[in-house]
């Protein structure tokens, strides 16, 4: 079964005097996550995503058209930074892997069934 792995941050967490160090540190412990995968032979893909100030997001309200504003959508300090989706045999599997992606600071890893196009 796939999931998406969302990896919410606390952006902030890399603009520190050694923040390239933190960069690095983080980039090596998504390349160890990815080669662990690999060598399970977990199914896996993902992307790094661009700081949030760089999105934009279309708001809905009550089924109208969409408002279209620059920023990302969230409440929280901690912004969507990237995701992999994973496919693996059930949940408690897809959690084990998520614990593993590293996180500076605070932030959270949120795992979610994907739905397949075929099941609507």
Known sequence: MK???LINEDESAYAVP???QVVAEVIEGH???S???AEKGVEFSGE???EAHTATTLHYKNG???VVRDGA???THEELGGFYIIDVANLDEAIEWAK???IPGNGAVEVRPVWPMDEY
Do not use: T
């Open 100 to 102: 593993m992606i590293p």
């Open 48 to 50: 790094r995503l661009k």
């Open 3 to 5: 999931y998406v792995i």
């Open 35 to 37: 080669a662990a995968m």
């Open 31 to 33: 390349n160890k996550f």
């Open 64 to 66: 109208g058209e969409p």
């Open 73 to 75: 959508f969230a409440e």
């Open 18 to 20: 050694n923040g390239d």
